[in-house]
């Protein structure tokens, strides 16, 4: 099978190709590296794929590319290129959003038009519930974000199923709830934790730290986005959590546990647009793609903590 992977540079995207590279596909990766964070970053999240005879790499905006060409022959789709960052939503550059996620999904979905693509698959985000009403938050819960970032992605769900209703273009749109592990974003929580409780640096904590997150580790990601070309539903929404959400606090002290060190925090002013808690109900992905995560949060803390720890920290 062929298979596209849009935002293949990132940290999802990366395992995402080595994952489906490993199983025998076909991998087209596409990345235009944007300047969200340093592009030698990206690079060394490409280096093992490089060496593979099945991937091939083009370095392209999605904005700009012949799209029509690109799918052309490709059975599945994996759109995870996006602008990351709720706090960094606001203001002017929410252009920079309603480009890269909005219209680059438009463009996309528009190009699969009259070709045989056999599902195209969304990576979304826990974002677009905003503060859920119910926990845990099914996917039956309406959505209201509460960030620029959150709508971007809720509107490019919304687009997935206009081109389903109009063009019959199979889709699966997949919330991820708060993903980490080795190659996570050196702007993310985690990683930023980490780094500062190795360096002996104050780890900034937004609010009373009491805030609570459904923490999912990323090999359990990847298998359920791999499933997702083999089951049978489209036009769905699934939630992908973690089974871990934890506080705060709770992360901090299973990384002094982990690091052996005890940290220093500074408390800064809650950010508009994050949300107080999510945790989701993961009853439809363990019914139409089997998913059962496996790995808990001290484990996966841990494994990203020896991946920093062996050298990359450095990088960031």
Same mark, same amino acid.
């Given at each position: 099978?062929?298979?596209?992977?849009?935002?293949?540079?990132?940290?999802?995207?990366?395992?995402?190709?080595?994952?489906?590279?490993?199983?025998?596909?076909?991998?087209?990766?596409?990345?235009?590296?944007? +300047?969200?964070?340093?592009?030698?970053? *990206?690079?060394?999240?490409?280096?093992?794929?490089? &060496?593979?005879?099945?991937?091939?790499?083009?370095?392209?905006? #999605?904005?700009?590319?012949?799209?029509?060409?690109?799918?052309?022959?490709? +059975?599945?789709?994996?759109?995870?290129?996006?602008?990351?960052?709720?706090?960094?939503?606001?203001?002017?550059?929410?252009?920079?959003?309603?480009?890269?996620?909005?219209?680059?999904?438009?463009?996309?979905?528009?190009?699969?038009?009259?070709?045989?693509?056999?599902?195209?698959?969304?990576?979304?985000?826990?974002?677009? !519930?905003?503060?859920?009403?119910?926990?845990?938050?099914?996917?039956?819960?309406?959505? =209201?974000?509460?960030?620029? !970032?959150?709508?971007? =992605?809720?509107?490019?769900?919304? #687009?997935?199923?206009? !081109?389903?209703?109009?063009?019959?273009?199979?889709?699966?749109?997949?919330?991820?709830?708060?993903?980490?592990?080795?190659?996570?974003?050196?702007?993310?929580?985690?990683? &930023?934790?980490?780094?500062?409780?190795?360096?002996?640096?104050?780890?900034?904590? !937004?609010?009373?730290?009491?805030?609570?997150?459904?923490?999912?580790?990323?090999?359990?990601?990847?298998?359920?986005?791999? =499933?997702?070309?083999?089951?049978?539903?489209?036009?769905?929404?699934?939630?992908?959590?973690?089974?871990?959400?934890?506080?705060?606090?709770?992360?901090?002290?299973?990384?002094?546990?982990?690091?052996?060190?005890?940290?220093?925090?500074?408390?800064?002013?809650?950010?508009?647009?994050?949300?107080?808690?999510?945790?989701?109900?993961?009853?439809?992905?363990?019914?139409?793609?089997?998913?059962?995560?496996?790995?808990?949060?001290?484990?996966?803390?841990? &494994?990203?903590?020896?991946?920093? *720890?062996?050298?990359?920290?450095?990088?960031?």
């Amino acid at each position: 099978m062929r298979c596209l992977v849009s935002g293949v540079a990132g940290f999802i995207g990366s395992h995402l190709a080595e994952r489906l590279v490993r199983d025998g596909q076909e991998v087209i990766g596409i990345d235009c590296f944007l +300047d969200y964070y340093p592009r030698e970053v *990206k690079e060394e999240n490409l280096a093992g794929l490089k &060496k593979s005879p099945n991937f091939h790499f083009q370095e392209a905006n #999605l904005l700009e590319l012949d799209l029509p060409a690109l799918v052309q022959k490709t +059975d599945f789709i994996f759109h995870l290129a996006a602008q990351a960052g709720v706090r960094a939503s606001w203001g002017e550059s929410f252009s920079i959003y309603t480009e890269n996620n909005i219209r680059a999904t438009q463009r996309l979905l528009e190009s699969c038009k009259g070709q045989k693509v056999s599902k195209f698959i969304l990576a979304s985000s826990s974002s677009v !519930y905003g503060d859920a009403e119910e926990m845990p938050t099914s996917e039956n819960s309406a959505p =209201k974000p509460v960030s620029p !970032y959150g709508l971007s =992605k809720l509107a490019c769900e919304h #687009l997935c199923y206009l !081109y389903w209703k109009n063009h019959k273009i199979p889709y699966l749109a997949l919330r991820y709830f708060t993903v980490y592990g080795p190659r996570q974003r050196p702007d993310m929580a985690f990683h &930023k934790f980490l780094r500062s409780a190795l360096h002996g640096k104050e780890i900034e904590i !937004y609010g009373d730290g009491n805030q609570t997150r459904d923490f999912t580790y990323i090999s359990d990601i990847i298998n359920a986005t791999v =499933k997702s070309i083999s089951t049978d539903a489209v036009a769905e929404s699934v939630n992908l959590g973690g089974g871990s959400p934890a506080t705060i606090w709770q992360v901090l002290n299973i990384i002094e546990e982990i690091t052996g060190k005890r940290v220093r925090l500074r408390h800064i002013e809650e950010q508009k647009g994050d949300v107080r808690h999510t945790c989701a109900d993961i009853t439809k992905a363990q019914r139409i793609l089997g998913y059962a995560p496996q790995v808990r949060l001290g484990e996966g803390l841990r &494994k990203q903590f020896l991946w920093q *720890k062996g050298g990359m920290l450095d990088a960031y």
